[in-house]
């Protein structure tokens, strides 16, 4: 898994949102995107923003876990890397823990040994109701 399959991952998710819950998204990444030092003051922010995620539909809300979860193995990976490390090994626990939200997430039983290749896949199923 490497970057750029990780940010193409994340694309495809932030593509099944409503327009509303891009827009929180959108919002609540540009917050927690921010250095340490910067984030201090937008704590209230990001607590409003969660508060307005937790009210969208659950569909959204089936896709949001997921894509917080590669979002944050993005930025994990980054860190890092920064630092000299690999981040490889964030990039793919992201995409498992990701995919296992997603199970959960519509009530399926959750594989604790899925290979990245599954969980890949997994991420890719359309899971919206018929």
């Known amino acids: 898994m490497n970057r750029l399959e990780l940010v193409e991952l994340i694309e ?30 937008f704590i209230r922010q990001e607590h409003d923003v969660m508060r307005r995620i937790g009210k969208l539909p659950g569909s959204d809300k ?23 490390e690999l981040g490889k090994p964030y990039r793919v626990d992201s995409v498992l823990r990701a995919a296992q939200f997603k199970d959960r997430d519509v009530g399926r039983e959750i594989d604790w040994r899925m ?15 018929a």
């Open 62 to 84: 089936r896709i949001l876990n997921p894509l917080r979860e590669l979002r944050v193995g993005l930025y994990e990976s980054d860190d890092a890397e920064s630092r000299g």
């Open 12 to 41: 495809a998710q932030k593509s099944k949102l409503s327009p509303q819950a891009r827009g929180l998204w959108d919002e609540f990444d540009a917050l927690i995107n921010r250095s340490n030092d910067a984030r201090k003051p």
């Open 115 to 129: 290979t990245l290749e599954q969980a890949v896949a997994r991420l890719k199923e359309d899971d919206s109701p």
